[in-house]
């Protein structure tokens, strides 16, 4: 496998004296930053003076010791506090151009079994290994497990835009019970899907108009309008065997209904 610097060489950019960010989301996600085209700002944001090099190689975990390269970005300053508190540092960055071929789209190996999330690039670089080239810059990541699902409105839609392999997989071959939440509300919905593609299916259609042919939540955009459903957020309560009846999920469905109160303080009418 050929190694990350030797190909950001050859596109000709010089990283001088470089540092590798190895970012985790600890405390929120940058793989969310990156697909929200956040990713600088994200970055630029650190407790430390994390940034005391010339130019910082990305890298955002996937999984195990896979890794996201998500660019190079030149260090052009620092300030103390960070932009809505006076803790922190603020660094400005610019992104080191001629890199589009493999930003968001070169998978790392990176064998990284320690805690450090800042790391001297030369120390380092021998073990950024190349691993896969994406046909096509990541937009949305890879499903997550049934237990992890915790979806936007505005991803739901590039997943189900892009047909994102893992997910279609995944949804398209169980049935079961799932809940919308309204974050400005705070309010639930709670569904079932059953037959055909399972689950990816009933979500394919809130993906196409947010409300998925449901009378309350088509009631509530008709009256906030059809771009409220981008405070929706999608989630799954219990999955199913596609082959289970349907009078078996829907006695799922009421009972998540019973559990959350949905019928009383949430978006369920019946």
């Known amino acids: 496998m050929l190694k990350l ?4 060489q050859i596109a000709g950019v010089d990283l001088g004296e470089f540092k590798i960010h190895c970012a985790t989301g600890r405390s929120s996600s940058p793989l969310d930053a990156f697909f ?9 944001e650190q407790n430390q003076k994390n940034f005391e090099c010339d130019r910082i190689v990305s890298l955002i975990h996937l999984n195990e010791s896979r890794w996201l390269f998500a660019g190079v970005f030149e260090v052009l300053g620092v300030r103390k506090g960070r932009r809505h508190t006076p803790d922190g540092y603020l660094y400005d960055t610019r992104e080191v151009g001629g890199l589009e071929h493999l ?8 064998d990284k079994n320690f805690r450090a999330s800042y790391l001297r690039g030369p120390k380092h670089a021998d073990q950024m290994l190349v691993s896969g080239l994406l046909e096509q810059r990541m937009t949305v990541g890879e499903f997550p497990g049934f237990n992890a699902v915790l979806l936007s409105h505005t991803k739901l839609k590039t997943v189900v835009r892009e047909s994102v392999d893992s997910w279609r997989a995944a ?3 169980v049935a079961g019970v799932y809940v919308i939440t309204n974050n400005s509300s705070g309010k639930h919905y709670v569904g079932s899907a059953y037959g055909g593609d399972g689950i990816w299916s009933r979500w394919c259609a809130y993906a196409k108009n947010g409300h998925g042919g449901n009378a309350e939540l088509r009631s509530l955009l008709n009256e906030e309008g ?3 459903a981008d405070n929706f957020q999608y ?3 219990e999955v ?3 082959n289970a009846s349907d009078e078996f999920i829907l006695g799922r469905e009421s009972h998540w209904k019973s559990v959350l109160r949905t019928r009383e303080y949430g978006l369920n009418r019946n």
């Open 240 to 242: 199913c065997d596609l």
């Open 103 to 110: 930003t968001g789209r070169a998978i790392i190996h990176f």
């Open 235 to 237: 989630s799954i309560l």
């Open 171 to 173: 949804l398209s071959n």
């Open 36 to 44: 929200d085209g956040r990713w600088k700002a994200w970055q630029e």
């Open 226 to 228: 059809s771009t409220h």
């Open 5 to 8: 610097t030797d190909l950001i």
